[in-house]
Nanobody
Framework: QVQLVESGGGLVQPGGSLRLSCAASGFTFNSWIMSWYRQAPGKERELVAS????????NYADSVKGRFTISRDNAKNTVYLQMNSPKPEDTAVYFC???????????WGQGTSVTVSS
């Protein structure tokens, strides 16, 4: 059974830092592309960052480039999102997504809420 469990969300002040984690199980983690998405109230879900199977290639939304870092630990079946200097507009529910397998399937976690406010 595939499971993606996000953690690490909460309240953070603008300019602070926060690290989100997504623990995966039930599939061959090191063969799947991992991504972080977010959805703010009243807005569509958007891609924040993605990382290749080995971790050697990463991509970021323009809005988070230079502030957020995605990484993965294939030994721990976990993907991370380091959020530095967050802004109020980064407030959202953050989801991790796994994509891969022979049929190029997608799996989503339940999300973790991040609020950036002073």
């Amino acid at each position: 059974q595939v499971q993606l469990v996000e953690s690490g969300g909460g309240l953070v002040q603008p300019g602070g830092s926060l690290r989100l984690s997504c623990a995966a199980s039930g599939f061959t983690f090191n063969s799947w592309i991992m991504s972080w998405y977010r959805q703010a109230p009243g807005k569509e879900r958007e891609l924040v960052a993605s990382i290749s199977t080995s971790g050697g290639v990463t991509n970021y939304a323009d809005s988070v480039k230079g502030r957020f870092t995605i990484s993965r630990d294939n030994a721990k079946n976990t993907v991370y999102l380091q959020m530095n200097s967050p802004k109020p507009e980064d407030t959202a529910v953050y989801f991790c997504k796994a994509r891969g397998g022979p049929n190029w399937r997608e799996y989503w976690g339940q999300g973790t809420s991040v609020t950036v406010s002073s």
